[in-house]
């Protein structure tokens, strides 16, 4: 992935001329001497890398995703695609999309939204001050420790998932090979999952799991099915009866797989012996969901957590909804964005979940581009961002065995590992 950093009195470094007629109307930059990273970092995710002009809710300041997954304003993106606006390459990456595969970027908008026409902080809109502490009790804080892949490396990656008996992580992308396992220090393995048709091939990885003899998990959305390999990145075993569209899925400390099937609106347990490439035991364990996806287990009291997508009433108004279920599958406790919002002054949309290792639930929020906590079940709600900075799209979540909290950010396609400080 290419990045540029802004010069103080002129251009990004490396970077072209903005488009003709944009350059007189660029705003001051409202760096100083003094200003903290945090203001910089700000000023960065709101303003449009191109013209350095702020975003706005609509017009031509309104955030556009190209599918490369950076983005512009809309100006911007019409003045890079000529007066035919046909195509348009991204001035980052230099990949080539079509006008008409530019999209509305939400976290941004509701971002903006949060902030309000006043233009308040990040952090004052994630209600947060200057040195003050989370609130609610969990967790301690997080710092970043290590970093892994990076555009070229994971390309668009949707799942990531660790494996405890042997440190490893494993990423699931949209790259040649889309399987990518990593060792505990951080160095490539392995890369496996061809990008094709065959039997043993990923059409469109969703999620990855590792289960507790050591085998490598994937939900290929592509060919609604789930496929299973070894370590070597031999295919063992590919279940593709019964599924409309398998989505999330986490292993049990048993090394069976709870799954998601997002359009059946339901969760299923598999069972299988991995080893010898045979299905014992596909059962839905619960149905009536609405559009379930991410998924987690807890590793020591093995309740289910599943994140909901909840139809939308209007443009841009989807939700989520947090589920717990028991080990028998039980509705213990339940987190929706209406609740949030009753103790979160902003909409949280989650994207990924997992508990820690005292049953905490942890969520990614994309619209804050944080990491939540939201407590055990039964203290809900409970609202402690864990991460709250240096994310761009947060994914996925998992957590090694030595407790350490893997996040998955797709936005700069690179897997960022935490321990506490």
């Known amino acids: ?73 809309r100006g911007c993106v019409g003045a890079l695609s000529g007066p035919q606006r046909r195509r348009v390459e ?152 019964g599924f409309c569209l398998p989505w999330g899925l986490d292993a049990t400390p048993e090394g069976e797989v709870i799954l998601s099937d997002s359009e059946a609106g339901a969760l299923y347990r598999l069972t299988a012996d991995f080893k010898n490439g045979k299905l014992k035991k596909c059962q839905m364990i619960r149905s009536q969901l609405t559009s379930p996806r991410g998924v987690a287990v807890s590793q020591t009291l093995g309740a289910v957590a599943v994140i909901e997508h909840l139809k939308a009433q209007g443009p841009n108004s989807s939700s989520t909804r947090v589920k717990i279920f028991s080990a028998e599958m039980d509705l213990v406790g339940q987190m929706d964005s209406f609740g949030l919002n009753l103790v979160f002054p902003s909409k949280i949309h989650t994207t990924a979940v997992a508990f820690d290792k005292e049953g905490r639930v942890i969520v990614t929020d994309v619209c804050s581009q944080a990491v939540i906590c939201l407590g055990k079940p039964e203290e809900f709600p409970i609202f402690n961002p864990l991460i709250s900075h240096g994310l761009s799209y947060p994914v996925g979540l998992t957590y090694t065995a030595n407790n350490s909290l893997v996040v998955l950010d797709s936005g700069d396609h690179s897997i960022k590992i935490y321990s506490s400080t």
């Open 1 to 73: 992935r290419c990045s540029f950093r802004k010069n103080r009195g002129g251009r990004p470094a490396g970077r072209t001329a903005p488009p003709p007629g944009r350059l007189s109307q660029r705003r001051p930059r409202l760096t100083a001497a003094g200003m903290a990273a945090e203001d910089e970092a700000e000023l960065s995710l709101l303003e449009c890398r191109v013209c350095f002009e702020r975003y706005g809710p609509g017009g031509e300041r309104r955030p556009r995703n190209l599918p490369c997954g950076h983005v512009l304003c």
């Open 90 to 241: 991204c001035p980052f990456c230099r990949r080539a999309c079509g006008s008409a595969e530019t999209s509305d970027c939400l976290p941004l908008l509701q971002l903006l939204e949060v902030l309000g026409p006043a233009g308040d902080s990040v952090p004052s809109a994630l209600g947060r001050s200057g040195g003050g502490e989370a609130a609610g009790p969990g967790p301690a804080g997080l710092g970043l420790r290590l970093s892994l892949g990076g555009w070229g490396s994971l390309v668009n990656p949707t799942g990531v998932a660790a494996c405890r008996r042997s440190g490893r992580l494993v990423a699931a992308h949209d790259g040649k090979k889309r399987i990518h396992v990593f060792g505990p220090s951080g160095t490539c393995l392995q890369r496996f999952g061809e990008r094709g048709d065959a039997g043993n091939d990923i059409k469109y990885p969703l999620d990855v799991t590792v289960t507790s003899d050591g085998h490598v998990v994937v939900t290929d959305g592509g060919d609604r099915a789930v496929k299973a390999f070894d370590f070597d990145g031999r295919g063992v075993l590919a279940v593709r009866e």
